[in-house]
């Protein structure tokens, strides 16, 4: 579980992790606000594929990116099941489930897969900045432009925290097993509430013990930050080609219409 979330493989050396943080986040910006801007689903698709061969470049396997992948993709097809039965006016084809008829709208198929595109395309760009880049880098580069300092703080925090709470959840996951707390549907619905409730009070219980302790060690509301290098030239260099290479296609979609 815990190799889903992990900075092991963002502290691994090769091309992409070696690349200044800063250069990166600067890349990654530019590259979501042309997959939500793009006016079809070409520019979002070619976007996670260009990621998907990085991130496979680099000796990421191919589990551990669907593993990754599988929540985004599941959304993208919520919103593609939702918007092709709900929206529209031009049916394209009927479906029958369990006795219901229903029709394909063709807007609604063409805004779902516009949607669930987007979703791809902008998880992929996330899952490549998180494979290549220790989220410590992320959030110190994040202050060097100029981000609220409480978020950023908040952030860091939410960040630490999550493992405190995966590994809380997984022994009391474990104990509910070992006790056969999942042997029917029922009483596997019964221990996953009393699991999400006694992880909800254990994060309660953290946040006031961690505020304990950080006031006990002298906490006045203001995180320091060690200072960043100076940023490499080469690596801002690429970093707005690849912002000018994204923004061009992105007007080329616009005028092809794709």
């Known amino acids: 579980m815990f190799e889903l979330f992990s900075d092991i ?11 200044d943080a800063r250069a990166k986040l600067f890349a990654a910006a530019a590259t979501l606000a042309a997959v939500i801007a793009a006016p079809g689903p070409a520019l979002p698709i070619a976007v996670w594929t260009l990621c998907v061969m990085a991130l496979l470049s680099i ?13 985004a993709i599941s959304m993208a097809a919520v919103l593609l099941a ?3 039965f709900m929206l529209g006016v031009t049916p394209v084809v ?3 489930i369990g006795g219901w008829t229903l029709n394909v709208m063709k807007e609604g198929l063409h805004q779902g897969g516009l949607l669930a595109a987007r979703v791809v395309g902008a998880t992929g760009v996330l899952l490549f900045l998180g494979f290549t880049t220790p989220a410590h880098r ?10 609220p300092e409480t978020w950023v703080e908040l952030a860091i925090s939410v960040y630490r925290h999550i493992f405190t709470l995966i590994d809380a959840a997984s022994d009391m996951y474990s104990a509910q097993r070992v006790r056969l707390g999942y042997t029917g549907a029922r009483r596997a619905v ?9 992880v909800l009070l254990r994060s309660l219980e953290q946040a006031s013990r961690t505020h304990e302790a950080m006031v006990a060690r002298g906490y006045s509301g203001n995180t320091v930050m060690g200072p960043l290098p100076p940023l490499v ?12 290479c994204v923004l061009s296609a992105l007007g080329a979609v616009w005028r092809l219409g794709i």
């Open 82 to 84: 939702v918007n092709m």
């Open 190 to 198: 019964g221990s996953a509430g009393v699991l999400a409730g006694s």
């Open 233 to 244: 030239k080469t690596d801002a260099a690429a970093a707005l080609v690849w912002a000018a």
């Open 59 to 71: 000796r990421i396997g191919v589990k551990m990116i669907a593993l990754r992948m599988t929540p």
């Open 94 to 96: 009927q479906v029958t």
């Open 138 to 147: 992320i959030f110190a580069a994040l202050r060097w432009y100029g981000a």
């Open 9 to 19: 493989y963002a502290d691994r050396g090769n091309r992409f992790t070696r690349m």
